[in-house]
């Protein structure tokens, strides 16, 4: 399955389908000038940092990877707010065998998760399932859930998406990694 459907059935699956504006295609610059809105009441607050230039595409050889998991996995990051991505994130999640992902909370995102390889005991709001390749896992935001990897067997490899980008900023945490396959 092509990429970028994915991506977008995964955001539906979230917020619903009038999130899905990022992961269509830019719309052609127009001629009309901008229009601004009405003013609202709300409180003031500092201007987010501007966001960078979109790249519409990014290659996962040329995406900083991180160690984590006590040095039993990594997390590539894609899609991110460095990128040009500001309604969501998108990594890979790898895990080897003993690798775990300790109860957390993402009080603001949902994650959604895409299993490519391997098997994990998961836990999200207290119910306890096994997920394998080809599943896919909604986490909505404010949900406690864990990970565990299934032993023996396959590394864990899943594609996870932030809508409501961030938490991924964890990863960063750990030691980076040399950019792969020469890039």
Known sequence: MPHRPLLAVLTAMALGTAALAWARDPAPPSSEPARSEPAR???ARSE???AATPRYRVST??????TI???RGHATLM???STGATAASMSVLELDAGGEVPE???ATSAELLYVQAGAADMTVNGQGMRVSAGDAVYIPAGAKHSAR???PGPAFRAVQVYAGPGPEQRFTQGPREDVRNGG
């Open 41 to 43: 009441s709300e409180p």
């Open 48 to 50: 987010p940092a501007p």
């Open 61 to 66: 050889a040329g995406s900083p990877r991180y």
């Open 69 to 71: 998991a006590g040095g």
């Open 79 to 81: 899609l991110n707010a």
């Open 104 to 106: 957390h909370v993402h």
């Open 149 to 151: 990897v299934v032993t």
